[in-house]
């Protein structure tokens, strides 16, 4: 039986930006997410294009998934041609980028086609595969065993992408890949606002939890702003089924649901006064994703830039240890020397003494010692005054220990 396919598509400013840079698309047979780079400038004219460019061939009929995946790599280098042209015609829009991550349905195959950090998921028998690879340098420390996956999270350079669509060149590098599907597949393709602040784990319990599509959609969006979203965030999920489920309409989501115009003095498109006004002066902190081209000579900095962040981070905890160390030490010099300023009447051998320092101790170590023995004897002493020798009697000073003992030899002399 033929395989149809139900989708949804959702997109969020998120909780800082000010305007949407995310654009989404969700067609009969063509799914799209693609995230701008560029500020205000240009990120969501970026993705814009190339969401309006790409989704020209949903619909076209192909012969065989190869085809597909011949159509989808020509449109993405079309919208990159697109996007050169509009700098072109507007200067103040150099610099402007965009990732792609979009896949294009021909029966039970995909053609997948991938540049730059959104994402493409599978889910599939309860597991979630990663089916696209960061186009990143941090993802390139990974990759050669350099950081781990979970500092990869963390890394201060992990918004420098190595290939995206924009002005920056006229042929890049675009993954494509044809892959099987099958009814009950959910693909997931996502801009980073999702992917780098909701685990994959979660991720996975969502996809599993057997909410319909747009609801599905909507509580990954919902996720991320809960785990503050600071970026945009643009989720596309298509469902796979057999030929007895209708399909969905096409959505257009993000930059590209309006229409592309531009100032006409700037020649830079309007940013939206409503979001302005609900995000005031909170753009300034958002992570902001970068271009650099792929070589060799920035990846090396990049690896010299980790060791020497990680020596700074090595000499940070060994200064912190030495310091909490040397603060112990101190703590313990003038705590020994305050109970070495204390004083107690006690008995040893059943005779009087006189201890300096506290009776508690230090686990084994005593924090007090015999100072002098007395001529006075336990047995001599009425009971009263036994019983508080045998308890001890404490001592501000030297001066009051030999006071309670005078005391002491005058009762045990009556």
Known sequence: MATTTKAAAVSHVGKVRSNNQDSGFAGRQLFVVAD???????GDVASAIAVTRIRDIDGTQFA???????????????????????????????GMGTTVSAILRVGDTVALAHIGDSRIYLWRDDELIQVTSDHTFVQRLVDSGRITPEEALTHPRRSVLMRVLGDVDAHPEVDTRLLDTRPGDRWLL???????????????????AGLDTYETAEQLVRLSLDHGAPDNVTVVLVDMHDGGVAGSPTLTVGSASAPIAFDSESGRRPVRLPNLLLHPLRVTGVRQTQFEPESD??????????????????????????????????AVIFGYQWTQSRYYVGVTDGTVAIYRGVQQGIGPIPLSSVHEITDVQL????????????????ADSLREAEEIVERLRTDADE
């Open 297 to 330: 000579e920035y990846l090396e900095a990049l690896i010299a830039e980790d060791r020497r962040r990680a020596l700074r981070r090595k000499i940070t905890w060994s200064v912190g240890i030495v310091i909490i160390a040397i603060a112990i030490l101190i």
């Open 64 to 94: 065989t998934a190869a085809d597909a995946e011949t159509a989808l790599r020509t449109a993405l280098m079309a919208a990159n041609s697109v996007i050169a042209e509009t700098v072109y015609e507007h200067p103040e829009l150099t």
């Open 36 to 42: 701008g780079m560029g500020g205000h400038a240009g």
């Open 190 to 208: 996502c801009s980073d606002g999702l992917s780098s602040y909701v685990s994959e784990e979660l991720i996975t319990r969502t996809l599993a």
């Open 379 to 394: 047995d001599d002493l009425g009971a009263f005054y036994q019983g508080q020798v045998e308890r001890t009697i404490n």
